[in-house]
């Protein structure tokens, strides 16, 4: 048994209640033990007090530590927060697209570039020249880098293939990267991100082949716990949404939508009709989608507000989600053409500039909520008994507003996971 006793915590975030994911007014408190103490045992959370408590006493000089290999680790009065749950990116690229960045400086939209056989496509026929050794080495480069930067949890989507052999090369990639790294990783199947170069004028027929082909062949090797489709104008259809998530159902797949992104084009009241554990993006969201929602607990809404900053493009209402008493989760969107940063404390800081949220709740979002939005908050997303003791020592600070505040400064010190020092 391996034991991590962290000493002298300037401010400690915990969880007491251990909900699956906060609600409205709920998001706005989080729990801090001041000048505290935490312990780790075989790689989850076990005990926390406070350093004057003589509890601390027991826990260092009792037999049961003595008898175990045990790590002490002085925080110096800096805080502990639990490791951010990264739950939207598309992180297996191939290839950066800064030529596409400098071609929007100048002028042209998301969309534009899109319809050149730029954006989406552009990266397909990067990824299908690719060897998967070459992609995972590059994917593994962005998991080190969102690692250092206190992501614990990640959701990978496919969606760079649009064939099947490309999408299940993708797909064995995540898999790979799965087996590859301390942090949890799920996966997500998105066959329907674009309309595959050869079917380009045929999107019933791309359809189809996702239905029959893709979708089949990712179950039977399970190879996805989700299944996303970009419900937006220019992309899919509410209707052929619909279809692809009762393909996927049958496959055990639950739906994590990308939806009204671009346009208000129906993609929250698909996702709510099929129970879809998430629907994300929402930045042309509508006071009826948020009406739709209410009518249930299962689909969190996501906000990508790294989206909307690289993009130049309007916020999601992050405020009125929560105004509304609906959970929010956030999450970063990774990818090579709208969002080319896994950094989720940028993410909080954009939540609170951007979207008013208060610092609770963004760190909140990006946490607990975006656990729940991975379907894995009974195990990670906070500081609570028995959940994976994955967590971040930040410099030292008065208050946890500080982290959002200092929206460039490395305050992230140290990354634990599964308790061990990354
Ligand atoms: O979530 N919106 C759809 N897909 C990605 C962008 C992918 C790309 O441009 O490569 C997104 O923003
Ligand atoms: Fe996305």
């Not at 975030?13 to 994911?21: K, L, R, T």
């Not at 000089?61 to 110096?76: F, H, P, Q, Y």
């Not at 989608?289 to 900053?309: C, E, N, V």
Request: proline letters at 3%; a negative charge; glycine letters at 8%.
């Amino acid at each position: 048994m391996k034991k991590t006793l962290i000493k002298n915590i300037g401010m400690l975030a915990v969880d007491n209640h251990g909900q699956h994911c906060l609600c409205g007014q709920d998001m706005s408190h989080i729990d801090i033990v001041k000048d505290a103490w935490l312990l780790v045992e075989d790689g989850r959370f076990k005990e926390w007090g406070s350093m004057d408590d003589d509890h601390l006493d027991d826990i260092v000089n009792g037999d049961n530590m003595r008898e175990m290999e045990t790590l002490s680790v002085d925080a110096e009065g800096g805080a502990v927060l639990p490791s951010f749950c990264d739950s939207h990116t598309h992180l297996v690229y191939a290839d950066s697209r800064e030529g596409e960045f400098v071609d929007k400086i100048r002028g042209l939209s998301y969309e534009e570039i899109a319809r050149r056989g730029g954006g989406i496509l552009n990266s397909a026929d990067r990824l299908h020249e690719m060897s998967e050794e070459e992609l995972f080495e590059q994917a593994m480069g962005r998991i080190d880098e969102i690692t250092r930067k206190g992501t614990g949890a990640v959701e990978i989507k496919s969606g760079y293939g649009l064939n099947t052999s490309d999408e299940l090369k993708m797909l064995r990639v995540i898999k790979r990267i799965k087996e590859s790294t301390r942090i949890k990783v799920v996966a997500t199947f998105l066959g329907a991100h674009a309309v595959g170069r050869e079917y380009q004028g045929r999107q019933d027929e791309y359809v189809d082949l996702i239905i029959n082909e893709m979708i089949p062949e990712v179950g039977k090797q399970h190879l996805a716990e989700f299944i996303d489709v970009f419900c937006d104008r220019g992309f899919f259809t509410p209707d052929e949404t619909s279809r692809i998530l009762e393909a996927g159902a049958k496959w055990g797949m639950r739906g994590k939508i990308h939806g009204q992104e671009l346009a208000d084009s129906g993609g929250v009241e698909v996702a709510v009709r099929h129970g879809a554990l998430s629907v994300d993006h929402l930045e042309s969201m509508t006071d009826n989608d948020i009406s739709l929602l209410k009518t249930q607990t299962i689909t969190i809404p996501t906000a990508l507000p790294g989206t909307s900053f690289f993009l130049n493009m309007p916020f999601a209402p992050a405020r009125k989600i929560i105004d509304a008493g609906l959970p929010l989760a956030l999450a970063s969107d990774y990818n090579p053409g709208s969002t080319p940063s896994g950094d989720m404390k940028f993410i909080v800081s954009l939540a609170c500039i951007k979207m008013r949220l208060l610092p609770e709740e963004a760190i909140n979002a990006a946490t607990i909520n975006s656990a729940a939005a991975m379907d894995i908050s009974k195990d990670y997303g906070s500081i609570a008994r028995g959940k994976v003791a994955n967590f971040f020592i930040t410099t030292k600070m008065k208050d946890l507003s500080f982290l959002p505040y200092s929206y460039t400064s490395p305050t992230i010190k140290r990354v634990f996971l599964r308790g061990e020092e990354y």
